[in-house]
């Protein structure tokens, strides 16, 4: 069972270039999320889909979008990067949609590190 | 509004010391509290939760903590440091029961946890 895996794992960007960070969990899970990981700032949150078809702004949105192409797939993508987006990017997934505890886990990927130059 | 404190960014103890890792919330509603770990180039990973039902909540690899309502606390401990223990390790925060849906997940800035032989 992969869980959640993410692609690339290393990405390098020049300031200006566009990428797409894709994100697919197998766990029939409805809710994904997409956080950005940052020194002394713990994970904040970018965007996410509580079930498929749709997505809501997360802490910090502004230079990203994303879509939610099946119940498996969450993208992230950058449309234009700046400097400031150098970061390491991480997918979660959790079940949500039912009842009990076991709802508010979040499951996560590897992580993309990204370097904007 | 939900919050986080993690007091020290950086732990750092001996093989068999023990290991304590302070928490401290603040939440409007009951909470879920999770503690996650994040080994070096990995995801986070699930270290243990509390849901409203014991407040001396066990995990994996040893690990325990008690949440304390009148202290808005929830502080991770281990009896005796591995070196394997070495990671860096998130206190989160999320609204309990069932919403329906997304529950939005809020972190601490983590504390990186050293063990010296």
């Known amino acids: 069972n992969a869980g959640v895996t993410q692609t690339p794992k290393f990405q390098v960007l020049k300031t200006g270039q566009s990428m797409t960070l894709q994100c697919a969990q197998d766990m029939n899970h409805n809710s994904m999320y997409w956080y950005r990981q940052d020194p002394g700032m713990g994970l904040r949150l970018i965007y996410y889909?509580?079930?498929?078809?749709?997505?809501d702004k997360g802490e910090v949105p502004n230079g990203y979008n994303v879509s939610r192409l099946n119940k498996r797939e969450f993208s992230l993508r950058l449309e234009s990067a700046a400097p400031s987006q150098t970061s390491v990017y991480f997918c979660?997934?959790?079940?949500?949609?039912?009842?009990?505890?076991?709802?508010?886990?979040?499951?996560f990927g590897a992580g993309t590190r990204l370097s904007v130059l | 509004a939900q919050s986080v404190t993690q007091l020290g960014s950086h732990v750092s103890v001996s093989e068999g010391a023990l290991v304590l890792l302070r928490c401290n919330y603040s939440s409007s509603v009951p909470p879920y509290l999770f503690w996650y770990v994040q080994y070096p180039n990995q995801g986070l990973q699930l270290l243990l939760k509390y849901t409203s039902a014991a407040t001396l909540v066990k995990g994996i690899n040893g690990f325990e903590a008690e949440f304390k309502k009148s202290e808005t606390s929830f502080h991770l401990t281990k009896p005796s440091a591995h070196m394997s223990d070495a990671a860096e390790y998130f206190c989160?925060?999320?609204?309990?029961?069932?919403?329906?849906?997304?529950?939005?997940?809020?972190f601490g800035a983590g504390t990186r946890l050293a063990v010296h032989p």
């Open positions: 979660a997934s959790s079940e949500a949609g039912r009842t009990g505890s076991n709802l508010n886990i979040q499951y």
């Open positions: 989160a925060v999320t609204k309990g029961g069932f919403s329906g849906g997304y529950n939005k997940l809020i």
């Open positions: 889909s509580a079930s498929e078809g749709t997505t």
